[in-house]
Structure formats: structure tokens, C-alpha cells
């Protein structure tokens, strides 16, 4: 069977910030043996540029309703809660290597110029959960084990590739992964510690944040809950925010 011919049967469907094209370059080392520099420091947007990596199909973002049947397609997706809105975050912070000023979300997603940054995007976009959901089509696989336990996601992969992982395909995936950690990291240090701190209405600092930090914050409290979301919507006084007890109290306030 030719090779073009092999690589009808395998795709990737993911949502920006899933590491999808990371996979597809994973599959590809895996199935048919391309050669990539684990010392190349390149981002897997670019690695997955080359002739044998494309013609692993992509999906992107994933729709269940475009993946052909019998194609072997994986999805990548964080399970976790907390973790909802790290992809948006890593999104961010691999593919354009900063975090958008207001002025750029506004025009991105077509909202009012001069809105205020946090209403208009928690409006429009921001307060929707990222759907998780399980898909019919594609085989998932949980990118949260990508970091909290490599061992089953590597199982999960061989399940999906239908074979033991090469040593290769191995050590890129790992490479990655630590390449990746920190950006975990400071998610977790800055996001998800400070949702908790909301739950717990412990007083944090987030005066340093980024504003899209703090979006990511405010919209992984609300959780896609539309009452909450509307209270904070309908509280907040566009005000700076420089801690979460701000953010407790424009959600909970009475009225």
C-alpha cells in the first residue's frame, strides 16, 4: 500500500491550545518513521509543516460532524475543570508568545471597540465552557495525563496507533511534555490557585496579571454558569482587578 494511500486512515481533530499538532507529529514518527530533532527547539506548528507530518489530516478545530467514517482520528482535550481554559492559555502563549492586549481580543472577536476588556469577552465568548463532551467519531485521549501521569497516556496512545510505542516516538512525546511543564506551571500558579482562593474567599494578589490572566481566572470560577456570570457582569465596576476577593465579591454580591 502506498504511503499517501496508508495516511488516508489517520487524522487529528482538536480545538486551538490541544496540542493537536504536536500529535500529528507523534503519529508520524510512530507510523512512518519521519525524523525530527528532538535538540531542534522548534514548535510543533512548525515541525508539523513538513510533507510526511501533513499527511497525517487535521481536523481544526475538531467538529465531529466533518471527521469521515472509518478514519482513525484521536482527539486531544483536558478533562480536568480546572484546566478548562488551558488550552486558550497555552494557545496563547505558543502560538503568538504573548498574551492580547485588549484592542487585539476586541478586533478577534469582533466586539465593540472600547468595551471594557472583561465584559465584553465574557459576553461574547469567555463564559462558555470548552466542550468536552465525548466524541462519536474520534478516539479521545486526556492531554491532562499527558502531565499528571505520561505512563497511561502512553498506553492510551498505543492504544489508538494499535502498537508499542517506538523509543523515538517515546522520546519525543516526553521532550515535549517537559518542554510544556512550565507553562502547566504557571497556569496552575496563577489560574487555578487563584480560583481557589475565590471558592475558599481567601484574599490573593493578581495585581501582576495579565488581563487575559485574569479573564481565564473569573471565566474558570463561573464554569459556562450564566448566573454567575451575569453577576459579575452586572457588579463589576471596571475597576482593576488586584485579587480574588474582588472577583468573590462581584460574583456573589447580593442584588
Given amino acids: 500500500m502506498s504511503f499517501i494511500m496508508e495516511n488516508d486512515v489517520w487524522g487529528v481533530s482538536w480545538n486551538p491550545g490541544n496540542m493537536g499538532h504536536m500529535l500529528r507529529c507523534a503519529i508520524a514518527i510512530q507510523l512512518y518513521n519521519v525524523e525530527i530533532d528532538l535538540n531542534d527547539k522548534s514548535d510543533s506548528h512548525l515541525e508539523d509543516k513538513k510533507p510526511s507530518v501533513q499527511e497525517i489530516k487535521s481536523f481544526h478545530p475538531h467538529d465531529d460532524n466533518i471527521i469521515p467514517e472509518g478514519m482513525k482520528v484521536v482527539r486531544p482535550y483536558f478533562a480536568s475543570k ?17 498574551f492580547p492586549d485588549g484592542d487585539t481580543m476586541h478586533e478577534y472577536y469582533n466586539i465593540t471597540e ?26 479521545d485521549i486526556k492531554m491532562d495525563n499527558f502531565f499528571d501521569n505520561f505512563e497511561l497516556f502512553v498506553k492510551n496512545f498505543e492504544e489508538f496507533v494499535g502498537q508499542k510505542i517506538k523509543q523515538k516516538t517515546f522520546d519525543f512525546l516526553e521532550n515535549k511534555r517537559i518542554n510544556n511543564l512550565s507553562h502547566l506551571d504557571d497556569f496552575k500558579n496563577k489560574v487555578v490557585a487563584s480560583v481557589d482562593c475565590i471558592a475558599r474567599q ?23 454558569n450564566w448566573d454567575l456570570t451575569s453577576r459579575f457582569l452586572r457588579n463589576y465596576n471596571n475597576e482593576e482587578l488586584k485579587n480574588t476577593m474582588q472577583i468573590h465579591n462581584f460574583i456573589h454580591a447580593d442584588g
Fill in 114 to 139: 472600547g468595551e471594557n476588556f472583561y465584559k465584553g469577552l465574557l459576553t461574547n465568548i469567555y463564559w462558555h465552557v470548552p466542550d468536552n463532551s465525548e466524541s462519536q467519531k474520534c478516539f
Fill in 202 to 224: 481567601e484574599a490573593k494578589d493578581i495585581g501582576s496579571l495579565h488581563d487575559y490572566e485574569k479573564l481565564l481566572i473569573v471565566s474558570t470560577y463561573v464554569q459556562g
Fill in 82 to 98: 480546572q484546566l478548562s481554559y488551558f488550552p486558550k492559555y497555552l494557545h496563547y502563549c505558543k502560538f503568538f508568545g504573548f
